[in-house]
């Protein structure tokens, strides 16, 4: 299924749209290895979903936002987006695309939008999750759990976070590994797209 009237609705650049088209295809690639219980349209729409909500930010300077929409506002958006468009279980499966996220305590905690949970929970997540956070640089470093991204690593550490935040990417790793993942094969199909990052 395309989106085609939702990326003209809400702005969605080209390269935001081959983005998501290449981690749908990454998602369906590692699906097809997994022995889970998994809703492939689901998953498929969800990926070709998940970042929409970037395009509210855009054109917003980055300093003028805060620390946690920075990081997550973006999901927050995309749930709120495509729950309004009707499409409820997307909305639900695309916005907990980020692998270390926040869940509704750490929500409340900080005072971000009065609890909010964007762990993924579903299959359908997990596997966007985990398709969605391979980057060329963990790639060359065969490294799936360290987060190197500066800017996510400073505010993570500024939150007490870093090892939380690496402890449940190292859990969704082990629980893809368990279920079939081979990823010396996942890189190899990874290499051949252009818009995972
Ligand atoms: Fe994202
Ligand atoms: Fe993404």
Redesign the pocket.
Known sequence: MEFKELYKKYNVTNLKIKHMQDVAKLCIFINKMLDLEVNEELLTQSALL??I??AYYRGIPINDLNDFDKMWG??VK?LEWLKREGLVSVAETASR??CFGINNEESKEWGYKKGINLLPKSNESKILAFA?SIRAKYIEENDFITIIHKDARELLKKHKMVVIAEERKKKLFQFLKKHGLDINKTIKYAKELENLE
């Open positions: 998940h970042d909500g970037s973006h999901q995309t695309h980020n969605d």
